[in-house]
């Protein structure tokens, strides 16, 4: 079992990354539903929160039946952080999680996101901030360094273990490499290895089947993985990698009935959350990912793209459904 402050996790728990427009609670539920053990909202600014931004107060939303679940926050100012982690603990998540990782301009400008990995420092107060104003257990996402000179993860996670840190995932890339080229996962293992660290480590990084879950798991000996754009559209993969570890198999990939059926879903929770019409909107982004792969979608996503009702998408897929039927798959 691993646990992160008092929270129990299953022996080598999969995790849904933070993803902003993505990992919202529609969509956590379906991966919570498809074997996600951890679960993390959107990042949020601290700055945003604070201000009452409205956007930043909806993601706030968390809900039972995705515990254990994670709010992420980021923001380059040590006040305005430890507010923000006190506005964060009223909706009462299991968890705060500080973003250290992302590499936008927007976000790194303003000291937060991957910008403190230039100013180990600021890392360390903006982490301090938040842990001394907060009960929650706290974890940090980070990536390697800055850029491929500037790697210091091994630094980075003992001192932010010395803050108070109860987990660090990495996304083993450099910030300079945003999303490009190939995660290096030899500094997790780094990590890991390290025998000053007691606290869990999370990969990150490209992880997208089971195989080479297996293969990583094996390979880098961290304490569980995170996925991201993995589990876009195919929020299956939890459970297909959770199978392939117990039995070594490799289970039958969704059916068009399935995905059609994973559509609707969402759909419907996205409706119940921000309103039909928006609901529905936001998930025009999803369509494609669903049927990644799939042949002649291409008509079915034009169809699914003017759909503004559950009641018309309904139609959609009722066609689709008959469409695909004669296929085999
Ligand atoms: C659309 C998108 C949005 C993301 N938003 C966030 C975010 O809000 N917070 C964060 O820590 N990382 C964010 N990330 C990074 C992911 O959490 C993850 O670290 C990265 O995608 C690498 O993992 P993967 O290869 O499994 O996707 C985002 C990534 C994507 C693709």
Redesign the pocket.
Known sequence: MIKIGNIELPEFPLLL??????SDPPFRRLCKMHGADLMYS??ISSEGLIRDAMKSRKKLDIFDYERPVGI?IFGGDEEAMALSAKIVETVEPDLVDI?F??PVKKVVCKGAGAGVLKDIDLMIKLTKAVVNSTHLPVTV?TRLGWDTEGINIMEVAEKLQDAGVKALTI?ARTRAQM?KGEADWNYIHAVKNNPNIEIPIFG????DSPQKALEYKQKYDCDGIM????AIGYPWIFNEIKHFFETGEILPEPTITDRLLAVRQHAEWSAEWKGERLGLIEMRQHYSNYFRGIPHFKDFRRKFLEVFTLGEMDGVIAEAADFYKEFSY
């Open positions: 990354a933070p993803m902003e427009d993505v959107e990042f992420q973003n990782g992302c996402k996304h999303y990150n990084g490209d992880v996925i991201g754009r993995g």
